[in-house]
């Protein structure tokens, strides 16, 4: 596309994602995260502006990449454009691409809001992890105007193996959140069923390859078996976010009179993990609290 780049929120996905953009000859120009010194690492390795805020990102841009923790730092960041510091101020003939994972009426708060101040958004849901950020291999969740969608394709396969358009940025953002709620309870599904193993003395490694040719196979076990059996939790996604992301699912079901008591017994572990100080731990680290005697061992 030709366009300058801006990125706002860089741990490790959106750092990631601009490393790659910027292997594949893309011009990434600014960054900037609340976390200065983070920032300033990266705009350091990747030769751009570290941005003293966040109006200094959308002059430095064309296209700006969002990739944030929650409502409150979305909300924030696309604050009115009469604030002092806001992605809006200037954002005239901007893009806004956004990709956290947050409540989905927010995103269409914030596809509004572009809208007023003159700017383009999309959503752009991620179902991916930190690997697949830097080979340039993340399935997105796209809503919004499919002509913007259709114009940043180009772009967007960059960084990504698989693009969907799959509506509005508000139904991209539920289906993300419904993605990360089956995803969640998969994981506290298997780390039972791992811990009820390891309990009755069976070879994990066993039961783990016996559970891949049948019923119990999932791409979780791909994923977090083996690190539940060898305590391995180094994190790709966190335990704290898959609190957040199932608890944003549970309201879209309170909202619609349904009850969900899986998904809500799986937040409600992954709330304990956090309660408990475990919260940056991968979610494979639910098999903390399901393991007999693992929590002891490790105070």
């Given amino acids: 596309m030709g366009d300058r780049i801006g990125f706002v929120g860089v741990g490790r996905m959106g750092a990631n994602m601009a490393r790659r ?24 390795e990747l030769g751009c502006l570290v941005a003293r805020d966040l109006a200094a990102v959308t002059a430095a841009s064309d296209v700006i990449f969002t990739v944030v923790s929650d409502d409150v730092a979305m909300r ?29 009426s927010v995103h269409r708060e914030v596809e509004r809001a572009a809208g007023r101040a003159g700017a383009a958004s999309l959503a752009a849901c991620m179902a991916s992890s930190i690997t697949q950020a830097r080979e340039g291999t993340l399935y997105l969740m796209c809503g919004g105007d499919f002509a913007t969608f259709d114009r940043t394709r180009p772009l967007l396969e960059k960084i990504a193996g698989s693009i969907r358009h799959v509506g509005s940025a508000e139904q991209a ?15 506290a599904a298997l780390a039972e069923g791992l811990a ?6 069976l070879n994990l490694t066993l039961a783990r390859d016996v559970f891949s040719q049948t019923g119990a196979a999932s791409r979780v076990l791909q994923t977090d078996g083996e690190d ?13 976010h898959a609190a957040k992301d199932s608890g944003i699912a549970l309201k879209l079901a309170t909202a619609k009179g349904l009850d969900l008591p899986l998904a809500a017994a799986t937040r409600r572990q992954y709330a304990r993990m956090v309660k408990e100080g475990l919260g940056q731990l991968d979610k494979s680290g639910i098999a903390e609290l399901t393991f007999k005697g693992r929590r002891r061992k490790r105070r």
Avoid: W
């Fill in 21 to 44: 953009l910027k292997d594949r000859g893309e011009s990434v120009t600014a960054v900037y995260d609340a976390r200065r010194d983070i920032a300033a690492a990266l705009a350091e």
């Fill in 76 to 104: 924030r960041i696309f604050a009115p454009p009469s604030k002092r510091d806001s992605l809006l101020r200037g954002a005239r003939g901007r893009l806004f691409i956004n990709c956290a994972t947050i409540t989905p």
């Fill in 173 to 187: 953002a539920t289906l993300k959140a419904l993605v990360n709620m089956v995803m969640n309870i998969n994981t």
């Fill in 196 to 201: 009820l193993a390891d309990a009755m003395r």
């Fill in 228 to 240: 539940m059996q060898h305590r391995e939790h180094s994190c790709f996604f966190s335990a704290g």
